[in-house]
């Protein structure tokens, strides 16, 4: 179950979510739809614990995000399945997060894809001086490639 109560979240000056409340019931399948600007990806990436709430409350499974790490425990899982062999494809714009997670790359430019090896190939091949993720995708995605 999801639970989300007077749930604010500001950027400086800026309201991304404005005091939302809402359930999922265990054993849902849900959607959050909206148009863009409406809040939806700050409101899963603060329910992934990558970004925390200004105000309000969020319970997933009856543990509150304010107290219990469960990014750490996404984390771990999805590293836990790729060190017992399971594939598991993951896509974020968090380059942070996938940089963490992830020892293979696979980097795609209008439909088309632009490199698909291990990232530390990446890093030799595109990283420059600082050898990062980000520089890798600017590189490699940039208009002038």
Do not use: W
């Not at 590293?79 to 996938?98: C, D, E, I, K, Y």
């Amino acid at each position: 179950m999801i639970t989300v109560e007077q749930f604010v979240k500001k950027y400086g000056d800026f309201i991304a979510v404005a005091g939302t409340s809402f359930e999922v019931p265990a054993g849902a399948v849900a959607a959050l739809v909206g148009p863009n600007g409406a809040g939806k990806t700050t409101t899963i990436r603060t329910l992934c614990r990558i970004l925390r709430p200004t105000s309000g409350s969020i319970h997933v499974a009856g543990c509150d995000l304010a107290k219990d790490p469960l990014g750490v425990i996404l984390k771990s899982t999805i590293a836990a399945q790729g060190a017992r062999g399971a594939t598991v494809l993951v896509s974020s714009h968090l380059l942070s997060l996938v940089d963490d997670l992830c020892n293979y790359l696979v980097l795609i430019r209008h439909g088309s894809v632009l490199f698909h090896r291990p990232m530390e190939q990446a890093r030799r091949e595109f990283g420059g001086p600082n050898q990062s993720l980000e520089e890798i995708f600017f590189r490699l995605t940039s208009e002038n490639a």
